[in-house]
């Protein structure tokens, strides 16, 4: 194909393919997958239940309506960034990740929050078919993400994001053979979050349920709209527990599953929704289908509201991707400020490997 082939030319030094290979078929724009948030990323990249900071934008909107509940207690705003030196495996010092949160209680109407994610892709060197350099040119994609929450009830949160995303791959100036292209792009897609804290004797306040449908819209064409590409929609469902819960520890395990809902009809992408609603859960294989969902596993420790400790274990399926990896992170806080970092340990050849995390966040 046409565009895979100029994919391939202009990104082959920025991108492992292994790191994003999941579901039935390939999707664009799948930096939108990277999970922010060394918290989480310290957690085995699991969170949709345990979005209680602006980084809930991300995994899960919903939680941002349970982040202003007691005025003498909580905080209104909090900003979030996190920074990553992405694939330090490859050793690009201009491919790196940065994500920016940010959510604020208003009156009468609710929590609204805002994101931005950014991945820089550094530099590429456009060559003739004689290999000559003719020009220069740099990648980057990134997405604006504006959210609102609210509870419905005591223990029921929604949250809604609305996303634009921009893909910049290279200028029309490139060519592919003896054709120029257009390598750059434009979507929108929304998420759709839920948070429930079932108030049952038996769960003790304690358990926590989280699902988020994200990166859901209609399929992104960079040349030949012929040859669309899905949005890399995804449905993580998840649980956070309370293990211990006092004065001085408190220690909660986190329990992800992530299924991609998009699929490809020959070179076109399926229709979002019938792809999110019916193909993905009802065509293909069976195994293929169930072999698709990522499993992550977390656990965290805070002692005194002051120091974190985490460590979590990610799982992807050989035959779809084959990431697995333990995480580790830890956290401070002190005053209106929160330090995170969050490391994945994997296996050397990896592009994966020694991936570190940090994060800022401040209360006002």
Known sequence: MFKRLFLITTLTMSFSSLLYAQGPGEAAVPFLLINPGARSGGMGESGVALANDATAVYWNPAGLAFQYVDPEIDSRGEVSLMHAKWLPQFNFSDLFYDFLAARYYVDGIGMLGAGITFLNLGENVATSTTGQEYDRFRSQEYAFTLSYATQLKPNL??????????????????????????????????????????????FDNRLTVGANMSNFGPAIFYNDEAQSDPLPTNLRLGIAYKLIDDEFNKMTVTYDANKPLYRREGDKAENFITAAFYSSWFKGKLSDRWNAITHSLGLEYWYGDLIALRTGYFYENKNFGGRQFLTFGAGLKYNIFNFDFGYISDDKDSPLSDTIRYSLAVHF
């Open 157 to 202: 949160g929604l949250g809604v994001n609305l996303k634009l995303i921009r893909s910049e791959l290279a200028p029309e100036s490139i060519n592919v053979g003896n054709e120029s292209t257009n390598g750059r792009a434009t979507g929108v897609a929304v998420d759709i979050g839920v948070m429930w804290m079932p108030d049952y004797e038996m």
